[in-house]
């Protein structure tokens, strides 16, 4: 019968060390967590430049909002990196892997590819010609979530599960500054590279040249997570015997991932991926109206900008610090509890803000708390995901959890229109509220999980 709890491995015990707080803050300093602070930075940056920025660039080109959403399907390269993660977990890149490793040599290939995709994004003007634009914006979003892959992998392989929460939340810091420098950043390199029109003293409706630059500022920008990979260590990861054939090849490569988690987890998987599945579903589902919400409620764009995207961002950061930390003292199932409470409470403070209309104050208090939230629950999520893989399949077995934690709410997000439409703001904020508390009860089931003695 297949066992029901994980085996005694590194990744499995996610009990907290018993340090000091200053031994718990000193992780952060440690060399591989400033590495996957540069890491998160690459990881990050990519996001942005094939959704909300480009679709800035696209509407002031003058392309119809039609054509914008549907290129918004760029994005399903992210939810189904778990195809091809079996071959960044087995399959060597000749030459790279010789001289780099097979984490690596992954890394640094998928970055080659952002890079220059962004170069072919940033000479392609979408008025002239938009199939070539879409056409390098999936090479951006593919290399991308390989890279995603590859890194997941590198900092499981990096440290044991007592350091993953810090790195985690390291990871999440560069991720987030990235975002910041992809999105505000961006703009802000367009705007000041606009030539003032001769006749009228300003910029002209729109001009490629701009955004020519910030796009290869960007691809430059990649720069400091390719010296990282060049210049870290190859982790030590778990020995791959070769394959006989390609029929056994496919087998440990595509097969063995699943069939190993199944087998250590035996029916318990079901509750640890219902937990997965489930766990950010009132963030997503909220976070989907959450801009609407905004413009209805008569707050500008400077408003929304100031304090959801640069202020909301840096209390993310703080939260995902806080997450890390009491993760290294508490443990990560008590932290994730802790992040559920907190990440379903927090909407409901949308809905008291629904009752004030345009209040500044409020708005400020409301995205903080909420942004705190988010990031605690984040950096516990991460490394408890983390804690769920095999060594030996870490690529493949992430990449298929940390896709499968979107599906489910991205599906219910998709009716949050019509709900608001149906019973108002104020309702659909403590909906989604409601919806966490069945999160509650499987991390209180998945945690007595993890207390169980481990098989003999």
């Given at each position: 019968m297949a066992a029901a709890t994980p085996p005694t491995n590194a990744n499995?015990?996610?009990?907290?060390?018993?340090?000091?707080?200053?031994?718990?803050?000193?992780?952060?300093?440690?060399?591989?967590?400033?590495?996957?602070?540069?890491?998160?930075?690459?990881?990050?940056?990519?996001?942005?430049?094939?959704?909300?920025?480009?679709?800035?660039?696209?509407?002031?080109?003058?392309?119809d909002r039609t054509t914008i959403g549907f290129l918004s399907w760029v994005g399903l390269a992210y939810g189904f990196k778990w195809v091809w993660s079996p071959l960044v977990d087995r399959m060597p890149i000749p030459l790279l892997t010789q001289a780099l490793g097979r984490r690596r040599s992954w890394l640094l290939a998928s970055q080659a590819l952002i890079m220059g995709a962004l170069v072919c994004m940033a000479l392609t003007d979408p008025q002239q010609a938009l199939a070539p634009m879409v056409?390098?914006?999936?090479?951006?979003?593919?290399?991308?979530?390989?890279?995603?892959?590859?890194?997941?992998?590198?900092?499981?392989?990096?440290?044991?599960?007592g350091h993953q929460a810090a790195l985690s939340a390291t990871y999440q810091t560069g991720y987030r500054l990235a975002m910041i420098w992809a999105g505000a950043g961006a703009l802000w390199i367009a705007a000041r590279a606009e030539?003032?029109?001769?006749?009228?003293?300003?910029?002209?409706a729109y001009q490629h040249g701009p955004w020519q630059t910030a796009y290869l500022v960007m691809a430059l920008s990649m720069l400091p997570g390719v010296l990282t990979v060049l210049f870290s260590t190859e982790p030590v990861a778990a020995p791959v015997p070769p394959a006989k054939n390609a029929r056994e090849w496919l087998r440990g490569a595509i097969v063995a991932p699943f069939a190993d988690f199944l087998g250590r987890y035996g029916w318990h998987a079901a509750l640890i991926l219902a937990l997965i599945a489930t766990y950010r579903i009132s963030d997503v589902v909220m976070g989907i109206m959450a801009n609407p919400f905004y413009v209805d409620m008569g707050f500008s764009k400077d408003e929304v900008a100031a304090v959801t995207k640069v202020f909301g961002v840096f209390m993310t950061l703080l939260g995902a610090f806080v997450g890390g930390l009491l993760s290294l003292r508490l443990g990560?199932?008590?932290?994730?509890?802790?992040?559920?409470?907190?990440?379903?409470?927090?909407?409901?403070?949308?809905?008291?803000?629904?009752?004030?209309?345009?209040d500044v104050s409020a708005l400020v208090f409301v995205v903080s708390a909420d942004n705190l939230a988010s990031g605690i629950a984040s950096a516990a999520f991460i490394a408890y995901l983390s804690s769920l893989t095999n060594v030996q399949y870490s690529a493949t077995q992430y990449a298929l959890l940390s896709s499968m934690m979107l599906l489910l709410p991205k599906f219910v997000a998709g009716f949050s229109g019509k709900y608001v439409d149906a019973f108002g703001y104020a309702n659909f904020f403590t909906a989604t509220a409601l919806?966490?508390?069945?999160?509650?009860?499987?991390?209180a089931l998945a945690t007595r999980l993890h207390k169980a003695p481990p098989p003999p």
């Open positions: 499995a015990d996610v009990k907290p060390e018993k340090n000091g707080w200053w031994q718990a803050i000193k992780v952060y300093g440690e060399p591989a967590s400033l590495r996957m602070l540069s890491l998160g930075f690459s990881a990050g940056l990519p996001l942005l430049l094939v959704f909300g920025t480009l679709g800035f660039w696209l509407r002031e080109a003058g392309i056409w390098c914006a999936i090479a951006v979003a593919v290399g991308s979530a390989t890279q995603d892959i590859a890194l997941d992998a590198f900092r499981i392989e990096s440290a044991d599960s030539v003032p029109s001769a006749v009228q003293g300003v910029a002209t990560v199932m008590r932290v994730m509890m802790l992040g559920a409470v907190l990440s379903a409470a927090s909407n409901l403070l949308f809905a008291w803000l629904s009752t004030l209309g345009h919806l966490g508390l069945p999160v509650l009860v499987l991390v």
